[in-house]
């Protein structure tokens, strides 16, 4: 069975990078004299294939990424909307503390909180939960949160200009690559790639959502056969978010590079002492 071809989410033909609205040498002059208070990345070479071991970073790479936005924000409270799965959150937690703000979470309702989202409440931020018909829904509540709250919102998947800033500059340090893999939801990191590394073959493993006009890029995408909340059948080599980065690796192949944003996150609260379901409206 060739499992490329089990469609479980569409991908838009469109190969516009919405995000190429500066080039790699203006991204870079956006970030001006910041730097990093993270490592520079591991790289490994694993089964021929070349790994950017974010996973390394307890909260995995997208606390690199967002830093300087979460430096940037002059208000004190931070607010963003945490998806049953999901890193960008994880990782503002540590940046909200790293910078002195406060971080509010709106999370989807449930039966029972997910580990990632109880992972959040256990680092101490503010969570509200709701009953939505579509994520959408919830972003524009939390939106209109914020600015009632006179709180900063930023979207789903860190999508700012300095977010993809700072991937192009801990890119450019990586000598490019013939070709990148990574797991494809939002688009931010792998359009930041293409961004940094023009001349690499794009690849990507959409595992989360349908890819939009302007979220593809040049990139080739592949729609993972296994629905989101599952765990995949081929694990690599190293520590990885086994429901998400951990998808990919089953489709790269010797001399490629492989992005890996995070290993698996585990909350020590007890789940159930969570009420994370709630009624309509």
Partial sequence: MDRSRIQKFSITASSINKDAVYS????LDLLGNFESSFDE???????????????LIEVGSK???????????????IVYVQPRFGFAGISLTKLCK???KKLVLFMPSSKEVSEHQAYCIEKGCEYHFYRIAAMPNLNIIAKKWALENGAYFIPLGLKHELVTASII???SKIIEPPAFWTAFSTGVLNRALQIAWPNAQANGVAVSRNVQDGERGRANIISHYRDFSQD?????????????????WEYT???????????NIKSTIIKSTIKS???WN
């Avoid at 790699?24 to 991204?27: A, D, I, L, P």
Wanted: proline letters at 7%; a neutral charge.
């Fill in 253 to 263: 192949k010797p001399g490629d590079l492989f992005w890996n944003v995070a290993g």
């Fill in 277 to 279: 379901e709630r009624k």
């Fill in 232 to 248: 995949s059948l081929i694990q690599p080599p190293f520590p990885s978010a086994s429901n998400y980065d951990a998808k990919v």
């Fill in 24 to 27: 790699k040498e203006e991204y």
């Fill in 98 to 100: 790293l910078y002195g």
């Fill in 169 to 171: 500059k801990v890119a």
């Fill in 41 to 55: 990345p591991v790289i490994e070479v694993h089964e021929g294939r070349i790994v950017v071991r974010e996973d």
């Fill in 63 to 77: 606390a690199r990424m967002g830093e300087a936005l979460v430096k940037s924000i002059k208000s004190d409270t």
